[in-house]
């Protein structure tokens, strides 16, 4: 009897749920600087155009800090992913 589920398992039942939700699925490799539709380069980690269409789709008038908020989201996240990236590194050496 098999009682474990595969993160293969786990990833395909969340990208259908976010299908239900209206989400679209690209793979990374197109999203990616040398992919057919590129969005970001290998070193970003949100899609900041995404982001950014997402909250003025929500807030069609935002306040002119706004600008200043995607900005921190973008370096944050990028500092956080090359910190853990750093961790991971030095652990493995």
Known sequence: MRNLITENEIENIALSYLHYLGFEYMH???I???GE???RQYSEVVLAT???DAIYKLNPHPLPPSRHFFAKVDERENRRIR????ICRKSSL
Request: proline share 12%.
């Open 50 to 52: 995404r982001l950014r």
């Open 32 to 34: 990616a600087p040398d």
């Open 28 to 30: 990374g490799a197109d």
């Open 83 to 86: 910190n853990n990236l750093y």
């Open 37 to 39: 539709h590129p969005e």
